[in-house]
């Protein structure tokens, strides 16, 4: 079993920058490909952006090419997506997922355990 938390949420205005991170315990880092995902109120959750295992991989929904990055920290167990050039739109639940597996992706169902989410506002 895995426990994943997020952090780092909180309320930004439009342009600016929020760093989240998710922890992870009860696993091996290294060997689970981990994900970011989000959720309006109202709306579908949709893949954001996932790394691989190794963390040499990554990938990226369209509209956050260029602003977010995802990176992780196996040593540490953590995983943290850059969020820079924040839009209105961007405003959402961000969870934190991991699945038992190398490759990034964020096709949702892959993907095991998942965290509890934390609140970006993204102020125009």
């Known amino acids: 079993q895995l426990q994943l938390v997020e952090s780092g949420g909180g309320l930004v205005q439009s342009g600016g920058s929020l760093r989240l991170s998710c922890a992870a315990s009860?696993?091996?880092?290294?060997?689970?490909?981990m994900g970011w995902f989000r959720q309006a109120p109202g709306k579908e959750r949709e893949g954001v952006s996932s790394?691989?295992?190794?963390?040499?991989?990554?990938s990226y929904v369209d509209s956050v090419k260029g602003r977010f990055t995802i990176s992780r920290d196996n040593a540490k167990n953590t995983v943290t997506l850059q969020m820079n050039s924040l839009k209105p739109e961007d405003t959402a639940v961000y969870y934190c997922?991991?699945?038992?597996?190398?490759?990034?992706?964020?096709?949702?169902?892959?993907?095991?355990?998942w965290g509890q989410g934390t609140q970006v506002t993204v102020s125009s």
């Open positions: 997922a991991a699945r038992r597996g190398p490759g990034a992706t964020t096709i949702q169902a892959l993907y095991n355990y």
């Open positions: 009860g696993g091996i880092s290294s060997d689970y490909a």
């Open positions: 790394i691989s295992s190794s963390g040499i991989s990554t």
